[in-house]
């Protein structure tokens, strides 16, 4: 199967990352998921108990992993 790629968007205070967490949460229990988090604030993966540095994964379950990407790091990559 092809990964897929899924974003949630949307204007400021909507849910956005309770939504996206939520699902990442769902979708992980189907099969491994990596939650990519953009906010500087990292709200999707605060809600997960993940607080990842530096652009290096972190594992929240066994099929459930939790990036912080940035422009600037994706960029310099």
Do not use: H, N, W, Y
Not at 29 to 50: Q, Y
């Amino acid at each position: 199967m092809l990964p897929r790629v899924l974003f949630v968007t949307g204007k400021g205070g909507t849910g956005k990352s309770t939504v996206a967490a939520a699902l990442a949460i769902a979708l992980s229990r189907r099969r491994p998921t990596t939650l990519a988090d953009l906010d500087r604030r990292l709200s999707a993966a605060a809600a997960l108990g993940a607080i990842p540095q530096d652009s290096t994964a972190v594992k929240v379950t066994d099929s459930l992993d939790v990036i912080a990407l940035t422009p600037r790091a994706e960029l310099e990559a």
